[in-house]
């Protein structure tokens, strides 16, 4: 078996606690990967996280970003959080019972009985161009926000119109995604047990209440109207589009495999007040 870690840039506790679970899976006598930023704290060598995909299990050690950015070189491999940030809806182990976690995991690989839980990942598509997975949310929205910005549009689901207007954007979210930038964006929050997509306009004039579609529908965004646009993924890749034109976001493989015991969804919510 081989396990890949990925601790939270900058973190000293991140790369130190790395640095013991390392230690104790090799008298375990399981394979070690750990991602390159970290490897260059500890004086190790390191692997990219994109090529974690490669691993049987991949512990990640920081806050829900670092989780994220983990789960984007992961692929289908399950992913145990280990949660040294404040919220904690993706890492649900606490730093004093990660080594414990994580072995008790590796036994239960090795019995062929360790379970996972599925979360869903969303793509854009639009002319011939693929963005790459989100977790969270994918956002189409003007090259700048506010007065004089933002973008003319119109909402499909599975072809029927939703909603039109103007708005600074649009975000299409996971369940897992409701608890992050979508509820910034005055979006519902969604228990990670509900399936679905949430659509929330972006500081739309006019527009409709948030919706919850099919959890296998097609979300269109038509942009009719906009000096600039941009879709972002995840907070992250963002990619320039040439108006007017058409993106479709959905579902799509691999999902995010989550290891290790669940968080309690309202504890964490708790902490967000």
Not at 119 to 139: F, K
Not at 234 to 239: I, K, L, Y
């Amino acid at each position: 078996m081989e396990v890949g870690i990925v601790a939270q840039k900058g973190n000293n506790r991140a790369a130190f606690l790395a640095e013991d679970l390392r230690d104790r899976l090799r008298e375990a006598d399981v394979r070690v990967a750990v991602d390159e930023a970290t490897a260059d704290t500890l004086d190790l060598d390191g692997i990219p996280v994109a090529a974690m995909d490669g691993v049987d299990l991949v512990v990640s050690i920081g806050g829900d970003g670092t989780f994220l950015f983990a789960a984007r070189g992961a692929g289908g491999v399950p992913i145990l959080g280990v949660n040294l940030g404040e919220v904690g809806f993706l890492n649900a182990v606490a730093p004093e019972q990660a080594v414990d976690t994580v072995l008790a995991e590796v036994d239960a690989f090795r019995d062929d009985g360790m379970r996972v839980r599925e979360a869903p990942r969303l793509a854009a598509t639009c002319d011939g161009w693929r963005s790459e997975p989100a977790a969270n949310e994918i956002v189409v929205q003007g090259g700048r926000r506010g007065r004089g910005g933002g973008i003319g549009y119109e909402v499909r689901v599975d072809g029927s119109l939703y909603s039109s207007g103007h708005a600074d954007g649009v975000l299409v979210a996971t369940p897992t995604g409701s608890t992050a930038y979508n509820l910034s964006e005055g979006g519902p929050l969604v228990h990670p047990s509900v399936d679905g997509l949430v659509v929330t306009e972006m500081c739309a004039e006019g527009g409709m209440p948030p919706l919850l579609a099919d959890p296998g529908a097609a979300v269109s965004v038509t942009l009719t109207d906009a000096e600039e646009a941009v879709v972002i993924t995840d907070g992250r890749g963002q990619r320039t589009l040439d108006v007017p034109t058409e993106v479709t976001v959905a579902t799509t493989e691999p999902p995010v495999r989550i290891a290790g015991p669940s968080s309690d969804f309202f504890e964490a919510l708790g902490k967000l007040q």
